[in-house]
């Protein structure tokens, strides 16, 4: 009977060892799983965001870059180097054109700036100048438009590193029927507006009409 007990007493640390061995094993599976979903859904959302997300014309810095498109209510500053009669500063008309000293209107709206550099260069080599260098620079660009469920909806002056938060900011906020967790915004020249997840990622970019939807219930 003794020795019963014995060998009863000297197994129950072999069991408790192998309950303690077979919880940290659920204990590490769980957190390797955890570990998965949590980055397939990091890599996932990166790749949203990237999707909503297009790289702005218009740089930090102020300054564009060389494919931003021009449209109605830009200023320009047009240098021709070395001539300064034939140098100022233009606005993009409603027609799109830009009427230029010497060489009479310009189409600009739906060009990018180096085409439109290139364009008044290439008016000026014929029959003005022999070889004419120009700089374009926008001063000013056109306003964005803001739509919807927002409390001062209309048009606002383009700031630079605009996004859809501020842009919202800017027309007072949200309505107390907002969707606050998307945004419908047509860029400039399209037809359709896309629907976007309302984050300070989303850029906007000038003559870009954003439309805040009303929520369901």
Do not use: H
């Amino acid at each position: 009977m003794d020795g019963t007990r014995l060998r009863s007493k000297v197994s129950q640390p072999s069991v408790s060892m192998k309950v303690t061995e077979d919880t940290m094993n659920r204990k590490l599976l769980i957190t390797t799983v955890c570990g998965i979903l949590m980055a397939s859904g990091s890599s996932a959302w990166a790749q949203d965001s990237a999707a909503t997300a297009p790289s702005p014309a218009v740089t930090s810095a102020g300054s564009v870059s060389s494919d931003y498109v021009l449209g109605p209510g830009d200023k320009m500053r047009v240098i021709v180097f070395g001539e300064d009669t034939l140098s100022g500063q233009f606005v993009v008309a409603d027609n799109g054109l830009v009427a230029m000293p010497l060489i009479g209107v310009v189409p600009a709206a739906g060009k990018s700036v180096q085409d439109f550099q290139k364009r008044i260069e290439a008016l000026l080599v014929d029959g003005y100048l022999r070889d004419p260098r120009v700089s374009v620079e926008v001063l000013t660009f056109r306003p964005f438009y803001i739509l919807g469920e927002v409390n001062k909806p209309g048009e606002y002056p383009y700031t630079n590193d605009l996004n859809v938060v501020n842009a919202i900011a800017k027309a007072g906020g949200f309505t107390y029927r907002a969707n606050t967790k998307r945004a419908f915004v047509r860029r400039s020249g399209e037809a359709k507006e896309q629907q976007y997840g309302l984050d300070s990622k989303l850029t906007i970019s000038p003559g870009d009409t954003v439309r805040i939807g009303e929520r369901l219930f």
